[in-house]
């Protein structure tokens, strides 16, 4: 059974510091890892894909992939209350490339 | 990326009655999902939508009970049927415009079963 695993949060982060999300994965074949943010009421949205081991960031967002250490990494820079959502992670499988889902953490930024 | 229509928004039924989700992609699409999920909660897959071809379940999930139709590849429907309140959840379609691209998803129908 391949397995995606988040914290489910509730996340606090005061606004402006750095908030920091986590994914781990079970799937050593997966290639391809995607964040994406819902807010309350709402669909998914992605807002990171990552293929390679390292950083990729993109305004606020920052992503790190480690395929060795099986995680993969969100960072929100000067958060603000408007990144206030549940931000999922998604991993694409290797035998079917479907998405397996975290459960999603709930992130807070408090003003 | 692809803009997706899924219509109704929302919905409350009673109990024993069918719904059936329609969803519109502008563009031609090889793979769609359809998913549910319940408030709180991630998104479980129901079953991929084949164009041509009987749509794929998922454990726990069949054909008598989500028949699921696509006749083309930028159109498909999910049926919900005879509900029940556990039916009461939010239902999603998503699309794959790629290997390795991700899903893009539709807006969403809340159904609420009575």
């Known amino acids: 059974q391949k397995e995606v695993e988040q914290n489910s949060g509730p996340l606090s982060v005061p606004e402006g510091a750095i908030a920091s999300l986590n994914c781990t994965y079970s799937?050593?074949?997966?290639?391809?890892f995607f964040w994406y943010r819902q807010y309350s009421g709402k669909s998914p949205e992605l807002i990171m894909s990552?293929?390679s081991n390292g950083d990729k960031e993109d305004g606020r967002f920052t992503a790190q992939l480690n395929k060795a250490s099986q995680y993969v990494f969100l960072l929100i820079r000067d958060s603000q209350p408007s990144d206030s959502a549940t931000y999922l992670c998604a991993v694409e499988g290797s035998s079917n490339y479907q998405l397996i889902w975290g459960a999603g953490t709930k992130l807070i930024i408090k003003p | 990326s692809a803009v997706i229509s899924q219509k109704p928004s929302r919905d409350i039924c009673q109990r024993g009655t069918s719904l059936t989700i329609q969803c519109q992609v502008d563009s031609q699409v090889t793979m769609m999902f359809w998913y549910r999920q319940q408030p709180g909660q991630s998104l479980t897959l129901i079953a991929t939508?084949?164009?041509?071809?009987?749509?794929?379940?998922e454990s726990g999930f069949v054909i008598d009970k989500f028949p699921i139709s696509r006749p083309n590849l930028t159109f498909s429907t999910l049926t919900v049927s005879n509900m029940s309140p556990e039916d009461s959840s939010i239902y999603l379609c998503?699309?794959?415009?790629?290997?390795?691209?991700?899903?893009?998803f539709g807006s969403g129908t809340r159904l609420t079963v009575v």
């Open positions: 799937d050593r074949g997966s290639q391809s």
């Open positions: 998503s699309v794959s415009l790629a290997v390795r691209g991700g899903y893009t």
């Open positions: 939508a084949n164009q041509g071809s009987e749509a794929t379940y």
């Open positions: 990552i293929y």
